[in-house]
Protein backbone atom coordinates (compact mmCIF):
# COMPACT_ATOMS: atom_id res chain seq x y z
CA UNK A 1 0.00 0.00 0.00
CA UNK A 2 1.22 3.43 -1.05
CA UNK A 3 1.71 5.51 2.23
CA UNK A 4 0.95 9.42 1.42
CA UNK A 5 2.21 10.55 4.69
CA UNK A 6 1.54 13.99 5.65
CA UNK A 7 2.12 14.55 8.81
CA UNK A 8 5.45 17.02 8.71
CA UNK A 9 7.55 18.16 5.64
CA UNK A 10 10.51 16.56 7.96
CA UNK A 11 9.40 13.33 6.98
CA UNK A 12 10.96 13.83 4.08
CA UNK A 13 13.86 11.20 2.64
CA UNK A 14 16.92 12.92 0.82
CA UNK A 15 16.83 12.77 -3.10
CA UNK A 16 18.86 10.87 -5.12
CA UNK A 17 21.68 13.68 -5.48
CA UNK A 18 21.76 14.13 -2.19
CA UNK A 19 22.85 10.16 -1.48
CA UNK A 20 25.26 11.16 -4.45
CA UNK A 21 26.70 13.75 -3.28
CA UNK A 22 26.94 12.37 0.68
CA UNK A 23 29.15 9.24 -0.94
CA UNK A 24 31.48 11.42 -2.78
CA UNK A 25 32.02 14.16 -0.05
CA UNK A 26 35.29 15.27 0.42
CA UNK A 27 35.44 15.36 4.53
CA UNK A 28 37.30 16.70 7.81
CA UNK A 29 37.08 17.35 10.95
CA UNK A 30 34.91 20.60 11.51
CA UNK A 31 35.91 21.58 15.14
CA UNK A 32 39.22 21.94 13.62
CA UNK A 33 37.38 24.21 10.73
CA UNK A 34 38.80 21.49 8.32
CA UNK A 35 35.53 20.09 6.58
CA UNK A 36 35.52 21.80 3.39
CA UNK A 37 32.14 20.54 2.35
CA UNK A 38 31.06 22.18 5.61
CA UNK A 39 33.01 25.32 5.14
CA UNK A 40 31.27 25.42 1.51
CA UNK A 41 27.73 24.86 2.92
CA UNK A 42 28.32 27.60 5.38
CA UNK A 43 29.33 29.93 2.75
CA UNK A 44 26.28 29.50 0.61
CA UNK A 45 24.10 30.15 3.52
CA UNK A 46 25.79 33.29 4.74
CA UNK A 47 25.34 34.65 0.78
CA UNK A 48 21.93 33.54 0.12
CA UNK A 49 21.01 35.46 3.76
CA UNK A 50 23.33 38.17 3.02
CA UNK A 51 24.70 37.42 6.27
CA UNK A 52 28.99 37.69 6.70
CA UNK A 53 28.99 34.36 8.42
CA UNK A 54 27.21 30.63 8.86
CA UNK A 55 27.57 27.82 10.56
CA UNK A 56 25.65 24.31 10.72
CA UNK A 57 23.71 22.93 13.47
CA UNK A 58 22.26 19.57 14.30
CA UNK A 59 18.07 20.68 14.28
CA UNK A 60 16.26 23.99 14.33
CA UNK A 61 15.76 23.95 17.85
CA UNK A 62 19.19 23.71 18.31
CA UNK A 63 19.80 26.59 15.96
CA UNK A 64 17.33 28.99 17.79
CA UNK A 65 18.88 27.63 21.44
CA UNK A 66 22.26 28.51 19.79
CA UNK A 67 21.29 32.01 18.74
CA UNK A 68 19.19 33.18 22.09
CA UNK A 69 22.24 31.95 24.48
CA UNK A 70 24.61 34.02 22.04
CA UNK A 71 22.30 36.99 22.11
CA UNK A 72 21.57 36.74 25.59
CA UNK A 73 22.88 36.31 29.52
CA UNK A 74 21.32 34.08 32.30
CA UNK A 75 18.38 36.93 33.70
CA UNK A 76 17.88 38.46 30.05
CA UNK A 77 14.49 38.79 28.84
CA UNK A 78 13.34 37.66 24.79
CA UNK A 79 10.27 38.99 23.70
CA UNK A 80 8.34 35.88 21.24
CA UNK A 81 5.25 35.00 20.37
CA UNK A 82 2.67 32.83 22.49
CA UNK A 83 2.55 30.19 19.36
CA UNK A 84 5.95 29.94 18.41
CA UNK A 85 7.80 26.96 17.81
CA UNK A 86 10.65 28.16 20.44
CA UNK A 87 7.74 29.29 23.65
CA UNK A 88 5.78 26.34 22.81
CA UNK A 89 7.76 23.19 21.46
CA UNK A 90 11.64 23.66 22.05
CA UNK A 91 11.31 22.00 25.69
CA UNK A 92 11.55 25.28 27.29
CA UNK A 93 15.43 25.19 26.40
CA UNK A 94 15.97 28.77 26.52
CA UNK A 95 15.24 28.97 29.97
CA UNK A 96 16.44 25.20 30.90
CA UNK A 97 19.78 25.83 29.74
CA UNK A 98 20.45 29.84 29.38
CA UNK A 99 18.10 31.52 32.40
CA UNK A 100 16.62 33.54 29.94
CA UNK A 101 13.09 34.48 31.00
CA UNK A 102 10.49 34.33 28.13
CA UNK A 103 8.43 37.27 27.65
CA UNK A 104 5.42 36.01 25.50
CA UNK A 105 3.58 38.45 23.39
CA UNK A 106 0.22 37.41 21.89
CA UNK A 107 0.38 36.06 18.28
CA UNK A 108 -2.35 37.17 15.61
CA UNK A 109 -3.87 34.58 13.60
CA UNK A 110 -1.29 35.66 10.42
CA UNK A 111 1.95 35.11 12.69
CA UNK A 112 2.97 38.66 13.36
CA UNK A 113 2.92 40.17 16.65
CA UNK A 114 1.37 43.81 17.14
CA UNK A 115 4.35 46.05 16.94
CA UNK A 116 2.27 48.28 19.95
CA UNK A 117 2.27 44.53 22.06
CA UNK A 118 6.06 44.49 21.23
CA UNK A 119 6.86 47.91 22.63
CA UNK A 120 4.66 47.81 25.39
CA UNK A 121 6.62 44.28 26.42
CA UNK A 122 9.91 46.15 26.32
CA UNK A 123 10.80 46.95 30.10
CA UNK A 124 12.43 49.91 31.31
CA UNK A 125 15.70 50.53 33.16
CA UNK A 126 14.63 49.19 36.33
CA UNK A 127 16.26 47.10 38.88
CA UNK A 128 13.14 45.31 39.76
CA UNK A 129 13.42 44.53 35.96
CA UNK A 130 14.85 41.63 33.73
CA UNK A 131 16.94 43.44 30.76
CA UNK A 132 14.72 43.12 27.56
CA UNK A 133 17.68 41.49 24.94
CA UNK A 134 15.73 40.12 22.15
CA UNK A 135 12.94 39.59 20.04
CA UNK A 136 12.27 36.53 18.24
CA UNK A 137 10.38 35.91 14.83
CA UNK A 138 8.99 33.24 12.94
CA UNK A 139 8.90 33.08 8.73
CA UNK A 140 6.65 30.93 8.49
CA UNK A 141 4.93 30.78 11.24
CA UNK A 142 3.87 27.36 12.07
CA UNK A 143 0.96 27.15 14.21
CA UNK A 144 -0.32 30.36 12.38
CA UNK A 145 -1.14 28.46 9.57
CA UNK A 146 2.03 28.24 8.20
CA UNK A 147 1.79 32.27 6.81
CA UNK A 148 4.90 34.05 5.86
CA UNK A 149 5.72 37.29 7.19
CA UNK A 150 6.48 40.45 4.72
CA UNK A 151 9.48 41.86 4.25
CA UNK A 152 7.73 45.22 5.56
CA UNK A 153 7.08 43.47 8.91
CA UNK A 154 10.49 41.90 9.44
CA UNK A 155 11.73 45.71 8.53
CA UNK A 156 9.43 47.57 11.03
CA UNK A 157 10.12 44.78 13.66
CA UNK A 158 13.72 45.64 13.55
CA UNK A 159 13.41 48.97 13.19
CA UNK A 160 11.58 48.97 16.87
CA UNK A 161 14.18 46.70 17.87
CA UNK A 162 16.94 48.85 17.14
CA UNK A 163 15.26 51.99 18.80
CA UNK A 164 15.62 50.49 21.63
CA UNK A 165 18.67 48.71 21.83
CA UNK A 166 17.29 45.15 21.14
CA UNK A 167 18.93 41.96 18.76
CA UNK A 168 16.20 40.25 16.49
CA UNK A 169 16.11 36.44 16.24
CA UNK A 170 14.50 35.53 13.19
CA UNK A 171 13.57 31.67 13.57
CA UNK A 172 13.28 31.09 9.39
CA UNK A 173 12.92 27.17 9.59
CA UNK A 174 11.08 27.63 6.84
CA UNK A 175 12.07 30.91 5.63
CA UNK A 176 12.24 29.89 1.86
CA UNK A 177 8.73 28.69 2.02
CA UNK A 178 8.05 32.10 2.70
CA UNK A 179 10.26 33.63 0.23
CA UNK A 180 8.65 31.43 -2.41
CA UNK A 181 5.14 32.20 -1.59
CA UNK A 182 5.57 36.17 -1.30
CA UNK A 183 7.50 36.15 -4.76
CA UNK A 184 10.64 37.57 -3.38
CA UNK A 185 14.31 36.79 -2.89
CA UNK A 186 14.87 35.18 0.62
CA UNK A 187 17.47 38.68 1.32
CA UNK A 188 14.68 40.64 1.55
CA UNK A 189 12.91 38.72 4.00
CA UNK A 190 16.14 38.38 6.49
CA UNK A 191 17.41 42.20 5.82
CA UNK A 192 18.25 43.70 9.23
CA UNK A 193 18.14 40.75 11.69
CA UNK A 194 21.20 39.91 13.87
CA UNK A 195 20.37 35.87 13.51
CA UNK A 196 18.70 34.11 12.08
CA UNK A 197 18.40 30.37 11.38
CA UNK A 198 16.85 27.51 8.62
CA UNK A 199 16.01 23.55 8.56
CA UNK A 200 17.78 21.95 5.64
CA UNK A 201 15.42 18.86 6.79
CA UNK A 202 12.37 20.07 6.21
CA UNK A 203 10.76 21.40 2.66
CA UNK A 204 14.44 21.30 1.58
CA UNK A 205 14.40 17.74 1.90
CA UNK A 206 17.91 17.09 3.57
CA UNK A 207 18.15 14.01 6.33
CA UNK A 208 19.72 16.24 8.84
CA UNK A 209 20.69 19.96 9.62
CA UNK A 210 19.80 23.38 10.43
CA UNK A 211 22.11 26.73 9.66
CA UNK A 212 22.57 29.63 11.56
CA UNK A 213 23.63 32.81 10.09
CA UNK A 214 24.78 36.13 11.42
CA UNK A 215 27.84 38.43 11.76
CA UNK A 216 31.39 36.91 11.50
CA UNK A 217 31.07 38.15 15.35
CA UNK A 218 28.10 36.54 16.45
CA UNK A 219 28.93 32.77 14.54
CA UNK A 220 32.18 32.87 16.22
CA UNK A 221 30.74 33.17 19.09
CA UNK A 222 27.66 30.74 18.33
CA UNK A 223 30.39 28.29 17.33
CA UNK A 224 31.67 28.25 20.79
CA UNK A 225 27.74 28.05 22.11
CA UNK A 226 27.68 24.81 20.09
CA UNK A 227 30.38 23.73 21.02
CA UNK A 228 29.13 23.76 24.93
CA UNK A 229 25.82 22.27 23.94
CA UNK A 230 27.92 18.96 22.75
CA UNK A 231 26.98 20.44 18.57
CA UNK A 232 30.40 20.40 17.61
CA UNK A 233 30.59 17.61 15.39
CA UNK A 234 33.71 16.17 12.97
CA UNK A 235 33.35 14.96 9.16
CA UNK A 236 29.61 16.46 9.42
CA UNK A 237 30.75 17.35 5.80
CA UNK A 238 28.38 14.15 4.79
CA UNK A 239 25.59 16.21 6.37
CA UNK A 240 26.25 19.46 4.78
CA UNK A 241 26.71 17.85 1.05
CA UNK A 242 23.08 17.17 1.56
CA UNK A 243 22.54 20.40 2.64
CA UNK A 244 24.43 22.08 -0.77
CA UNK A 245 22.33 20.23 -2.81
CA UNK A 246 19.16 21.65 -0.87
CA UNK A 247 20.06 24.98 -1.32
CA UNK A 248 21.23 24.50 -5.28
CA UNK A 249 18.05 22.04 -6.02
CA UNK A 250 15.19 22.36 -3.48
CA UNK A 251 14.38 25.60 -3.23
CA UNK A 252 12.44 26.52 -6.71
CA UNK A 253 10.34 23.46 -6.44
CA UNK A 254 8.85 24.17 -3.02
CA UNK A 255 6.26 25.73 -5.61
CA UNK A 256 5.09 22.67 -6.55
CA UNK A 257 4.52 22.28 -2.29
CA UNK A 258 2.50 25.07 -2.27
CA UNK A 259 0.11 23.93 -5.07
CA UNK A 260 -0.29 21.11 -3.82
CA UNK A 261 -1.43 22.76 -0.15
CA UNK A 262 -3.94 24.51 -2.16
CA UNK A 263 -5.17 21.72 -3.93
CA UNK A 264 -5.43 20.00 -0.84
CA UNK A 265 -7.08 23.12 1.45
CA UNK A 266 -9.73 23.17 -2.14
CA UNK A 267 -10.77 19.39 -1.58
CA UNK A 268 -11.08 19.94 1.84
CA UNK A 269 -13.27 22.56 1.65
CA UNK A 270 -15.44 20.29 -0.54
CA UNK A 271 -15.86 17.50 1.96
CA UNK A 272 -19.14 17.80 4.64
CA UNK A 273 -17.76 17.94 8.42
CA UNK A 274 -14.69 19.25 7.54
CA UNK A 275 -13.77 23.32 8.53
CA UNK A 276 -11.54 25.03 6.86
CA UNK A 277 -10.53 28.57 5.25
CA UNK A 278 -8.84 27.39 2.08
CA UNK A 279 -7.44 30.84 1.98
CA UNK A 280 -5.00 30.55 4.92
CA UNK A 281 -2.89 27.94 2.93
CA UNK A 282 -0.58 30.11 1.53
CA UNK A 283 2.81 28.24 2.02
CA UNK A 284 3.06 23.82 2.76
CA UNK A 285 0.87 23.67 6.02
CA UNK A 286 -2.75 23.41 5.71
CA UNK A 287 -4.80 23.30 9.19
CA UNK A 288 -8.36 22.34 9.22
CA UNK A 289 -11.23 21.46 11.56
CA UNK A 290 -12.83 18.76 12.33
CA UNK A 291 -16.95 19.34 13.07
CA UNK A 292 -18.67 16.19 13.22
CA UNK A 293 -20.00 14.55 16.34
CA UNK A 294 -19.60 11.13 15.52
CA UNK A 295 -16.08 11.48 15.13
CA UNK A 296 -13.01 12.16 16.96
CA UNK A 297 -9.94 13.52 15.43
CA UNK A 298 -8.47 10.24 16.86
CA UNK A 299 -10.77 8.03 15.41
CA UNK A 300 -10.09 10.18 11.96
CA UNK A 301 -6.43 9.80 11.98
CA UNK A 302 -6.84 6.04 13.18
CA UNK A 303 -9.74 5.42 10.29
CA UNK A 304 -6.77 7.30 7.63
CA UNK A 305 -3.83 6.06 8.75
CA UNK A 306 -5.46 2.08 8.01
CA UNK A 307 -5.88 3.25 4.88
CA UNK A 308 -2.43 4.86 4.10
CA UNK A 309 -2.96 8.88 4.81
CA UNK A 310 -1.33 10.13 7.58
CA UNK A 311 -1.88 13.75 9.44
CA UNK A 312 -1.29 15.34 12.45
CA UNK A 313 -3.74 16.10 15.27
CA UNK A 314 -2.96 19.50 16.82
CA UNK A 315 -5.63 19.17 19.70
CA UNK A 316 -8.91 19.62 20.26
CA UNK A 317 -10.47 19.60 16.56
CA UNK A 318 -7.53 20.85 14.89
CA UNK A 319 -5.59 18.60 12.46
CA UNK A 320 -2.79 19.50 10.34
CA UNK A 321 -1.26 17.92 6.80
CA UNK A 322 1.71 19.24 5.25
CA UNK A 323 3.12 18.92 1.91
CA UNK A 324 6.35 18.32 0.33
CA UNK A 325 8.78 16.68 -1.41
CA UNK A 326 7.89 13.19 -2.48
CA UNK A 327 4.05 14.19 -2.35
CA UNK A 328 2.90 15.15 -5.59
CA UNK A 329 -0.90 16.03 -7.15
CA UNK A 330 -1.84 12.09 -7.65
CA UNK A 331 -1.17 11.74 -3.55
CA UNK A 332 -3.20 14.96 -2.98
CA UNK A 333 -6.05 13.44 -4.56
CA UNK A 334 -5.79 9.96 -3.27
CA UNK A 335 -5.63 11.42 0.14
CA UNK A 336 -9.10 13.41 -0.61
CA UNK A 337 -10.93 10.90 -2.06
CA UNK A 338 -10.17 8.83 1.60
CA UNK A 339 -10.88 11.33 3.82
CA UNK A 340 -14.19 11.98 2.02
CA UNK A 341 -14.60 8.37 2.02
CA UNK A 342 -14.19 8.11 5.54
CA UNK A 343 -16.58 11.15 6.42
CA UNK A 344 -19.04 10.04 4.20
CA UNK A 345 -18.97 6.65 6.51
CA UNK A 346 -18.95 7.60 9.49
C1 LIG B 1 10.53 22.49 12.95
C2 LIG B 1 10.69 23.83 13.50
C3 LIG B 1 11.78 24.16 14.34
C4 LIG B 1 12.72 23.11 14.92
O1 LIG B 1 13.30 22.28 14.06
P1 LIG B 1 13.81 20.82 14.52
O2 LIG B 1 14.80 20.56 13.46
O3 LIG B 1 12.63 19.94 14.48
O4 LIG B 1 14.44 20.95 15.86
C5 LIG B 1 11.92 25.46 14.75
N1 LIG B 1 11.05 26.40 14.37
C6 LIG B 1 9.99 26.13 13.59
C7 LIG B 1 9.07 27.23 13.22
C8 LIG B 1 9.77 24.84 13.14
O5 LIG B 1 8.70 24.58 12.38
Redesign the pocket.
Known amino acids: MRIIDLRSD ?1 VTLPSPEMREAIYHADLGDDVFGEDPTTNRLEAMAAERTDKEAALLVS ?3 MG ?1 LVCALTHCGRGDEVILGNLS ?1 TFVYEAGGIAALGGIHPRTVQNMPDGTMLLEDIKAAIRGDNVHYPRTRLICL ?1 NTH ?1 LCNGLPLTPEYTSSVVTLARNHGLKVHL ?1 G ?2 IFNAAVALGVDVKELTRGVDSLSF ?1 L ?2 GLSAPVG ?1 VICGTGEFIAEARRTRKILGGGTRQCGIISAAGIVALERMVERIEEDHKNAERLANGIARIPGLQIDPAKAQTNIVYFELKNDLLTPDTLLTQLDQKGVKFMHMGQSRCRMVTHYGIDSDDIDMALEVLAEVMKTS
Open positions: TSGTNHENDARCSKS
